[in-house]
């Protein structure tokens, strides 16, 4: 069930006051009786992260890698974001993802919620993880940013340009972004295996054309043009350093077990620069791991290849005892309360 927060005059990183609603969901078990687990979402998704229609039913479920009858998930929409007709920013450039971090947050605090068992993400919604565990450095246990960075490099600002260009200029803008950005989230090789060069007779068109026009077509009968264009923008924002610039000082503030997952053919979030992270953080920080999917689906991958991030993440999300991390101290707050 979808619930609402409303964050009161929240100040942005534009110096700009207003209240902020913002829609959760919580699966599985009550947060008192459980680990929670925060997933973030990605651009286009929501906190419809599991269930007949979740984005990421794969990965969440009874008797799946994060397992409902062991956790307490909680997904919160990005506010912008528009899903189920939520508030969406017209002044979009006013916000930065530091900003969304630090909204979580006050929800986090809403709910009494003080310890997470892990935060996880993809793409934006890993960067967003990036972001929260800087804020906040002794939230999590476990941090597992997944097919994302902890910065915005010129490679994610130049496609980001481009996609803006498209959505400020284009007559059928939504469509026609998501289009450009799918040629992005995978690779030439994976379309090459999908299409192998075929022709859709019917509409004399390549079938790779007629998927480019289905995406696009798709993506604008659900998603809102101020919501892509403020996601689009927060992508550009990503940077856990506030314009320091020394990132790995910052990511090695965070307390908890960080678990950074990749995808080698990303074209989107570059493997090498994760490598880059994992290497500088290991040099100091004990409690960091690296794992690379390897699949020839890019930055998609993350979706696509379940099974090896199964593989990678079982491990972090076995409990093996009733002591969950934080559990206690919940339900000892609960009891006394009584």
Same mark, same amino acid.
């Given at each position: 069930?979808?619930?609402?927060?409303?964050?009161d005059q929240f100040e942005n990183s534009a110096g700009k006051v207003q209240d902020i609603r913002l829609s959760f969901q919580f699966f599985g078990n009550k947060p008192t009786e459980a680990p929670v687990v925060l997933v973030n979402h990605a651009l286009t998704g929501n906190s419809? *992260?599991?269930?007949? #229609?979740?984005?990421?039913?794969?990965?969440?479920?009874?008797d799946k890698c994060i397992d409902l009858r062991k956790y307490?998930?909680?997904a919160? $929409?990005? +506010?912008?974001?528009?899903?189920?007709?939520?508030?969406?920013? %017209? /002044?979009?450039?006013?916000?930065?993802?530091?900003?969304? =971090?630090?909204?979580? =947050? %006050?929800?986090?605090?809403?709910?009494?919620?003080d310890k997470l068992y892990a935060i996880i993400g993809g793409s934006i919604g890993g960067a967003l993880a990036w972001e929260l565990a800087v804020l906040k450095p002794a939230l999590a246990k476990h941090i597992i940013p997944v097919a994302t960075d902890f910065k915005a490099t010129d490679w994610l600002v130049a496609n980001c340009r481009i996609q803006e260009h498209i959505l400020n200029n284009s007559s059928n803008p939504v469509h026609d972004a998501r289009m450009h950005a799918m040629t992005f989230y995978r690779t030439p090789q994976s379309l090459a295996q999908k299409f192998e060069n075929k022709k859709n007779e019917g509409k004399q068109v390549f079938e790779v054309e007629n998927w480019l026009l289905h995406h696009g077509e798709k993506l604008k009968n659900? #998603?809102?043009?101020?919501?892509y264009k403020f996601l689009n923008h927060l992508l550009t924002t990503i940077d856990i350093s506030g314009g320091k610039g020394d990132h790995i000082q910052? =990511?090695?503030?965070?307390?908890?077990?960080?678990?950074?997952?990749?995808? $080698?053919?990303?074209? #989107? #979030?570059?493997a090498e /620069?994760?490598? %880059?992270?994992?290497?500088?953080?290991?040099?100091?920080? +004990?409690e960091v791991s690296y794992y690379e999917i390897d699949s020839i689906h890019g930055h998609d991958a993350f979706l696509i290849?379940?099974?090896?991030? *199964?593989? !990678?993440?079982? +491990? *972090? !999300? /076995?409990?093996?005892?009733?002591?969950?991390?934080? *559990? =206690?101290?919940?339900? $000892? %707050?609960?009891l006394s309360l009584k």
């Open positions: 069930m979808l619930r609402e927060i409303v964050i419809e *992260v599991t269930g007949e #229609f979740g984005w990421w039913k794969d990965l969440i479920g009874e307490c998930v909680l919160i $929409n990005i +506010p912008g974001n528009g899903y189920k007709g939520h508030e969406v920013f %017209k /002044e979009y450039k006013d916000f930065k993802l530091k900003d969304i =971090a630090r909204l979580q =947050a %006050k929800v986090l605090e809403k709910l009494n919620i659900r #998603f809102n043009l101020d919501s910052y =990511a090695g503030q965070i307390k908890g077990h960080i678990h950074i997952v990749t995808v $080698n053919s990303d074209l #989107f #979030f570059l /620069e994760n490598r %880059k992270a994992y290497k500088g953080l290991s040099r100091f920080k +004990p290849e379940t099974e090896q991030l *199964v593989r !990678f993440l079982k +491990p *972090v !999300f /076995e409990i093996k005892e009733d002591r969950f991390y934080g *559990v =206690a101290e919940k339900r $000892n %707050k609960v």
